[in-house]
């Protein structure tokens, strides 16, 4: 059974009244949660798009990009895209009922505002209502400043990116305190700890994004403090 049927029959589950949000909450004893990630990916994801007013080609092509969506399972996943565009229930809800869903393990959270992240760059440009949108995402998913900032330094180009920012650790930190910073970072990034968080194989591609923004910082980072020393 593919996952575009398991998602069809999630769907299909609500009663009628019911907002799609209702699913979260219907899939946290779930053992598969790779049904519930990819759902909560395009319904936050559509979300998103009516904030910004339009979806463009790239957006629907980012989508693509996270999941690996056959011909024949694009109704389903434009099911979902529609019934979160049309539904009543604000963003916020969707993004509480998530953050029930998984409970106290934030690690899949932090891989799903990185696929808002990579839909929201589909265009090459990031717009104040996205930023306005994610940071929102980001505070119902209980996420402070600091690890919302530092998954926003992997995907937009601002002028200038601290490579502290992207590790998530203080410019003023020992070395041993970024090098166990960027260790942990690239452990996370394992593809059997991603599959063990429930992503869905496709979506595991986008943590390739978050392992070169890592290296990068801790290079710069490294060859800053050498240059000091030196």
Known sequence: MSIWTRISDAISALTAGESLSAVFEKLRAAPDMSVAFTIAVIAL???????????????????????????????????????????VAGFEDYARSIKRMYGEDDAPLCDLMEGLFHIAMADGVYHPQENEFLRDVADAFGFDERRFVRIRAQFVPDAQRDPYDVLGVDA????????????????????????????PEEAIKLAQARLVAVNEAWEQITQERQSETA
């Open 45 to 87: 994801g559509a979300k998103m798009a009516k904030a910004d007013g339009q979806v463009t080609r790239d957006e629907v092509t980012a989508f693509k990009e996270v999941f690996h969506i056959a011909p024949k399972d694009e109704p389903q996943a434009a099911r979902v895209f529609n019934l979160a565009r049309q539904d």
């Open 172 to 199: 003023t930190a020992p070395m041993d305190v970024v090098r166990a910073a960027w260790r942990r970072l690239v452990r996370e990034t394992h593809p059997d700890q991603l599959t063990a968080r429930g992503l």
